[in-house]
């Protein structure tokens, strides 16, 4: 079956510009995640769905950071005025399950290589 | 607070060998782990899970170690073979601020298998 989705697969943008990124999560996955994945580094948490409210938006870096969620479905994460250190590979994840279940395994998208020169 | 480490950044091991992958957690009330590798360029994928109630799970040449008393979780990939070699992070899953539950990710262990 389908898998998340994630597009652009690259963007490379100056300095200065606003850059909008996509999620399409699985079918029927009510639990959507963001993460931040720097060169070389671990996983960043940034913001977690459920369904279309956002309980948990404490990862987000500053407010240049937001995401929105519509449908149940497609999350866009929006960086404003991009600066260099936003250049990272940001990760989409969707789970079938509630961040607050006992046990939810999340299943990852390719992530969008972002670029800010 | 909570974290998540690995012992070790990477691990270089020979095609054939069995490898043991580390990782430490400070929330006692953790009650569930994941195994995810990742490759070169792609999102993570998971491999392999255990619930609190277990010591010991196996899969298809992986098995993971829960240790509770001490905190620790170790995977192990037995005859590693060159398409193993990924970056493996270990994730755990427990109560958070307010009883949320949360999934804390470790840094990740670059893993590489040598022909």
């Known amino acids: 079956g389908a898998g998340v989705s994630q597009s652009p697969s690259n963007k490379v943008t100056e300095k200065g510009k606003d850059v909008e990124l996509r999620c399409d999560p699985i079918?029927?996955?009510?639990?959507l995640y963001w993460y931040r994945q720097r060169l070389g580094q671990g996983l960043e948490f940034l913001i977690y769905f459920q369904g279309n409210s956002a309980p948990d938006k404490s990862g987000l870096p500053s407010d240049r950071f937001s995401a929105e969620r519509t449908g149940e479905s497609v999350s866009t994460l929006t960086i404003q005025r991009t600066q260099q250190e936003d250049s990272a590979v940001y990760l989409c994840?969707?789970?079938?399950?509630?961040?607050?279940?006992?046990?939810?395994?999340?299943?990852f998208g390719p992530g969008t290589r972002l670029t800010v020169l | 607070g909570e974290s998540v480490g690995l012992h070790l950044p990477t691990l270089s091991v020979q095609e054939g060998d069995n490898s043991i992958i580390n990782c430490a957690y400070s929330?006692?009330?953790?009650?569930?782990f994941i195994w995810y590798k990742q490759e070169s360029g792609k999102g993570p994928q998971f491999i392999i899970d255990?619930?609190?109630n277990m010591d010991k799970r196996q899969g298809q040449r992986v098995t993971v170690l829960l240790n509770k008393t001490v905190k620790h979780l170790s995977l192990q990939i037995a005859a590693t073979q060159p398409g193993d070699s990924a970056v493996y992070f270990c994730a755990v899953s427990g109560p958070h601020a307010g009883n949320n539950r949360k999934l804390i990710w470790g840094l990740g262990t670059s893993l590489a298998v040598n022909p």
């Open positions: 079918s029927g996955h009510t639990a």
């Open positions: 255990i619930r609190s």
């Open positions: 929330n006692s009330a953790s009650d569930y």
């Open positions: 994840a969707s789970s079938s399950r509630p961040e607050w279940h006992s046990y939810n395994e999340q299943f």
